[in-house]
């Protein structure tokens, strides 16, 4: 029988309290827009060098559904949904501009969606109902984390550091992760957007 998900957590950490996975019979997932090469390595490396634990764990993403736990038997109606979420939307650009950070409410330095954040937030909407319906802690909010519960002056380096960066990527598909025992993310599943232009 189809549930709602079991326990949610708004962020891509590996915390031992968030999320865990509870039986062989859960999975935990999450959707986003993966960020691609030469972009991504750069801000691997940039994590690593702020000193994030996540750096190694986390590819560089746009969230659309932040670490959820489901059933297992589930998986196969949550993918049939997150198909018809892509076929429903088209491909768009996603331009990424400048840091900015969610301090003091999180101790998190992020890159700034300039374009793209409708379209983000429609599929994000989209994806988190039916199966994988919940709610947020925080509104939806599209970005890029690049240090996260590191020391304030790591936190300032990436901010500085990345201040001017910018970079522009046509987004054709997002990808479904599957949280690993190690903490590490692992790609389940990619899902082309075939859908019409708006």
């Known amino acids: ?79 049939r949904h997150l ?27 992020f890159l700034t969606v300039a374009r793209g954040v409708a379209e983000c937030a429609r599929i994000a909407g989209d994806v988190r109902r039916g199966p994988l319906a919940r709610s947020l802690t925080f509104p939806y909010h599209p970005h890029v984390t690049v240090a996260h519960d590191v020391p304030t002056d790591m936190l300032d380096m990436a ?3 990345l201040a001017d960066l910018q970079a522009e990527f046509r987004v054709s598909s997002f990808t479904e992760f599957e949280k690993l025992p190690d903490g590490a993310w692992a790609v389940a599943h990619e899902y082309p957007l075939t859908g019409p232009p708006r």
């Open 1 to 79: 029988m189809t549930g709602r998900p079991l326990r949610a957590d708004d962020t891509f950490v590996h915390r031992s309290i968030a999320v865990p996975r509870t039986s062989p019979e859960t999975a935990v997932l999450g959707v986003v827009v993966s960020i691609p090469e030469p972009w991504a390595q750069l801000l691997v490396e940039w994590r690593g060098k702020c000193g994030d634990p996540q750096a190694s764990l986390v590819p560089p993403h746009v969230t659309l559904l932040p670490p959820t736990e489901v059933l297992a038997e589930d998986r196969a109606v949550i993918s």
């Open 83 to 109: 198909a018809a979420v892509a076929a429903a939307h088209a491909p768009f650009d996603l331009h990424l501009a400048g840091t900015d950070t969610f301090r003091p409410v999180s101790e998190v330095v």
């Open 159 to 161: 901010s500085a550091g």
